[in-house]
T-cell receptor, first 111, second 113 residues
Framework: GAGVSQSPSNKVTEKGKDVELRCDPI?????LYWYRQSLGQGLEFLIY????????KSGLPSDRFSAERTGGSVSTLTIQRTQQEDSAVYLC?????????FGQGTRLTVV | QKEVEQNSGPLSVPEGAIASLNCTYS??????FFWYRQYSGKSPELIMS????GDKEDGRFTAQLNKASQYVSLLIRDSQPSDSATYLC?????????????FGKGTKLSVKP
């Protein structure tokens, strides 16, 4: 595709449910980032994948959060037992070097 | 703790004026610097990248980098109301813990007609 694609665009879930957010990076981009942005706040780094290297998970806020990247392409961010404080926009970006391009984001609302 | 600092604003300028956005970073080994624009409710959009000391111009935008002072800025000439957005400074950090890309919290720019 022409850009980074994220799905779903919006997700409303009940507290305690698990959710999966998907990111399809730009073809050929080896680096993939997940960020979280709460309303009116800056970007909070979550996790970074680079090629076949072990991911940098240092930004994951708790063990309820996990992410994987299959075949060096599509990535899934999973949040288990969602809490209201997980409500935010989850942004994915990909890069072939240091210029990173963002998807449109997934707005997650936990009710 | 490697950091990227920006004034949160809001920075308000009249239409047609020059808007000056500033960013400082803590890590001397950083090599690559980026400016993103984020409209309300949208995702960040890359508008400038700069890798060498000095100025880089692209249309109405000029990025300025001073590695000795650990300072990068963005100038927007002939500011338009459509430039009203939050501008995020990002720094590539070799060997950093945040996947080599650290963001400031952004400066909100408002251009008044």
């Amino acid at each position: 595709g022409a850009g980074v694609s994220q799905s779903p665009s919006n997700k409303v879930t009940e507290k305690g449910k698990d959710v999966e957010l998907r990111c399809d990076p730009i073809s050929g981009h080896t680096a993939l980032y997940w960020y979280r942005q709460s309303l009116g706040q800056g970007l909070e780094f979550l996790i970074y994948f680079q090629g076949n290297s072990a991911p940098d998970k240092s930004g994951l806020p708790s063990d309820r959060f996990s992410a994987e990247r299959t075949g060096g392409s599509v990535s899934t961010l999973t949040i288990q037992r969602t809490q209201q404080e997980d409500s935010a926009v989850y942004l994915c970006a990909s890069s072939s070097g240091f210029e990173a391009f963002f998807g449109q984001g997934t707005r997650l609302t936990v009710v | 703790q490697k950091e990227v600092e920006q004034n949160s604003g809001p920075l308000s300028v009249p239409e047609g004026a020059i808007a000056s956005l500033n960013c400082t970073y803590s890590d001397r080994v950083s090599q690559s610097f980026f400016w993103y624009r984020q409209y309300s409710g949208k995702s960040p959009e890359l508008i400038m990248s700069i890798y060498s000391n000095g100025d880089k111009e692209d249309g109405r935008f000029t990025a300025q980098l001073n590695k000795a002072s650990q300072y990068v800025s963005l100038l927007i000439r002939d500011s338009q109301p459509s430039d009203s957005a939050t501008y995020l400074c990002a720094v590539a950090d070799y060997g950093g813990s945040q996947g080599n890309l650290i963001f400031g919290k952004g400066t909100k720019l408002s251009v008044k007609p």
